[in-house]
DNA sequence: TATTGTTATACTCTATAACTATA
DNA sequence: TATAGTTATAGAGTATAACAATA
């Protein structure tokens, strides 16, 4: 093998260009469906929960003023319904329609696909291995008070 | 030790996660120097460089007239510099001022000493193990036509 | 004619402050 | 009074299309 371009990038700029090329993937098949990174979020944490608009601005780390107008541009195309909460009558529960569910599954399942073919470099050991050590820092920054989960 | 809160949560995912939890730290400190996570790009690529306004944009993946937004306001801040590109009396050329140099260190600064903190989970080798295979995605994916370097 | 950069315009995304309705 | 959500406003960030200056 020749040295060339393997070089070890180290941890720090290892990490920050991963971040990129990772989100970049995520990025570009969003937009394939015309969804800005915030909405594609949006979709992905609506896919098991209905949350109210406060909870939203919580996962989504927003302002809860920025919510409303997230929530009025998806429902205008149909991604979104808001819904009474029950019992609290000040509160609003927002919920995906069947047609950003399907989305939502379509942008997954295209992004899964992608970082398949991305960690096709590494061998399956190699490939569980990263996972395992990602998750780690993930669990870990969580118990930090990271951010809530994703796609 | 419980299994409790391990369980490896697959490539896709923890990648996913990972993504958002770097670019989280890196968005924060940016923010502590009230620099949006692209102002922070754009000064990260212009730690090496002093490109054009049309390298600028393929460099940042925008079209050339949000480059020129972005530098205006950048400019007006004192973070970066038009100047003259020599030969090409068409071309301008974008550099760091000493202020926005300076902001640059502080911002990587705070932000290696995050990512080394968050990777105190991990051995020393454990460390070097993600740093190394990490990079193999980010040079595979750059072959395959990925992002340039950040931060 | 082609390229480099800017301008005009329109939209999304975001926060702050003030507001309404409910608790 | 306090909480849930909206509205009004202002500004950053983005793309498209039309433009000026230079090659």
Redesign the interface.
Known sequence: MQQQ????????????????????K?ARHAAARDLSMIQARLLGVLRDREPTMQELARLLDLDKSSVTGLIDRAEKRGLVQRAPSGDDRRAIRVRLTKSGRQIATDVRRL??AD??S?????SSA????????????????AH?G??P???
């Not at 190699?126 to 920054?141: D, G, N």
Request: glycine share 6%; hydrophobic share 50%.
């Open positions: 371009d393997e070089e070890d990038l180290g941890i720090v700029d290892a990490l920050a260009q991963l971040a990129f090329v990772v989100q970049g995520l992004f899964q970082v398949a991305a960690t096709q470099c590494l190699e490939s569980k291995r990263l996972s395992t050590l990602a998750t780690r820092i993930v669990k870990s920054s930090a990271g951010l989960r994703m796609p």
